[in-house]
């Protein structure tokens, strides 16, 4: 049976790791604002997704959250936007034949002998 210190810590853990989430969600909609909403939503996913990718492989995240959050944002503000749209460009064109390539082929004219 676990001992109250075990589960206080536990507790507290929890505490914390949800505290973190809302506070990337905080400032992942802060960023997109900032962005004007269709320039802000690649460079926060994408900064969010770094810093998942950088608390996993180090263990530990940043400690000043907010500055780093914004700073890596601003960093990478362009090359993100491009390649986001890029591909979401890319997307579109497959999906678009796609749903043309289900359609059957109708020929424009008919040949009678």
């Known amino acids: ?16 790791g949800l505290i973190l989430l809302f506070k990337l969600q905080l400032l992942w909609l802060i960023i997109v604002l900032q962005g004007g909403i269709i320039f802000g939503i690649f460079p926060a996913t994408a900064t969010v997704m770094q810093f998942f ?26 090359m993100v936007n491009c390649l986001g749209y890029f591909h979401s460009g890319l997307l579109l064109f497959l999906l678009i034949d796609l749903k043309i390539s289900r359609e059957p082929f109708k020929m424009p004219f008919s040949i009678s002998f």
């Open 1 to 16: 049976m676990p001992t109250s210190n075990h589960f206080f810590e536990l507790s507290y853990r929890l505490g914390n």
């Open 53 to 78: 990718l950088a608390t996993w492989t180090t263990n530990e995240a940043p400690p000043m959250l907010r500055l780093w959050f914004i700073r890596t944002a601003k960093q990478n503000y362009w």
